[in-house]
C-alpha cells in the first residue's frame, strides 16, 4: 500500500478554518484518497474521499493536487466537536480494507 | 437505522482468561472487519468477512484469535488465552458491498476495550 505522511498534531481556534495537510509522494493512478476522523473514545467515521478533483460535502473539503501527490482537509469553520485525531487514507478500490496510520491530532481552542 | 453495534464496551481480564467480542453490523452490510487499535495507533486489521468467508485474516494471530460470522451477519471474536500485549480496542466495521454502487464507505462501530492484567 501506498504510504501517507501527515503531521502528528495541529491546533486550531475555534470558528477558524483549518488545513490539515496529506503527503502521498508514492500514490498511483487507481488510489483513492480517503480521509477519516475518530472522535475521543468512538470508532472512525467517514468524513470525505476523492481520486482526481476537488470534492465538498457537509462535513468537509478535500483539495488534491495536481499531481495528486498531496492534499488538504479543509473544515471551514472548526467547531470544538471537531477536536478528533483524522487519518488520511490511500485505498485502491471500494474492496480493499483501509490502512491506517497514526494520523493527525486536531485539536481545537475555545 | 442503528449503526454497528459490539459488546461488551469494557472488559477486564486476567492473562491466561479467555475473551470474546461480539459485533452486529448494519443490516445489508455483508462485509464485516475486525480492527485492533492500541494506545495513539491507528486501527489495525484483524480480518475481513464477505458474508460467512473469512476472505483476509492474515493479520489474525491464530494461535490465541479465532473469529467466526457464522450466518454472514453477526461475528465474534475470542482470545484464548489472553496476554498482556492483547490489551487494546477492539473494532468492528460493516460495509455494504458494491453491487450496490457503494463508495466504499466503513462504519465503524465504538469499539470494545479490553484490559488484561
Known amino acids: 500500500d501506498a504510504k501517507t505522511t501527515q503531521p502528528n498534531s495541529m491546533e486550531s481556534n475555534e470558528e477558524e478554518p483549518v488545513h490539515l495537510p496529506c503527503n502521498h509522494s508514492t500514490i498511483s493512478g487507481t488510489d483513492y484518497i480517503h480521509w477519516y476522523r475518530q472522535l475521543p473514545s468512538q470508532g472512525p467515521e467517514y468524513v470525505i474521499h476523492?481520486?482526481?478533483s476537488n470534492v465538498n460535502n457537509r462535513m468537509a473539503s478535500l483539495a488534491i493536487a495536481e499531481d495528486r501527490k498531496s492534499s488538504t482537509l479543509i473544515l471551514h469553520r472548526a467547531t470544538l466537536r471537531d477536536a478528533a485525531v483524522y487519518y488520511c487514507?490511500?485505498?485502491?478500490?471500494?474492496?480493499?480494507?483501509?490502512?491506517f496510520g497514526k494520523g493527525t491530532r486536531l485539536s481545537v481552542i475555545a | 437505522e442503528a449503526g454497528v453495534v459490539q459488546s461488551p464496551r469494557y472488559k477486564i481480564i486476567e492473562k491466561k482468561q479467555p475473551v470474546a467480542f461480539w459485533c452486529n453490523p448494519i443490516?445489508?452490510?455483508?462485509?464485516l472487519y475486525w480492527y485492533r487499535q492500541n494506545l495513539g495507533q491507528g486501527p489495525e486489521l484483524l480480518i475481513r468477512y464477505e458474508n460467512e468467508e473469512a476472505v483476509d485474516d492474515s493479520q489474525l494471530p491464530k494461535d490465541r484469535f479465532s473469529a467466526e460470522r457464522l450466518k454472514g451477519v453477526d461475528s465474534t471474536l475470542k482470545i484464548q488465552p489472553a496476554e498482556l500485549g492483547d490489551s487494546a480496542v477492539y473494532l468492528c466495521?460493516?460495509?455494504?458491498?458494491?453491487?450496490?454502487?457503494?463508495?466504499?464507505?466503513?462504519?465503524f462501530g465504538e469499539g470494545s476495550r479490553l484490559t488484561v492484567l
Open positions: 466495521a460493516s460495509k455494504i458491498g458494491l453491487a450496490g454502487g457503494s463508495t466504499g464507505e466503513l462504519f
Open positions: 443490516s445489508g452490510h455483508n462485509t
Open positions: 487514507i490511500l485505498r485502491r478500490s471500494g474492496n480493499t480494507p483501509l490502512v
Open positions: 476523492g481520486l482526481t
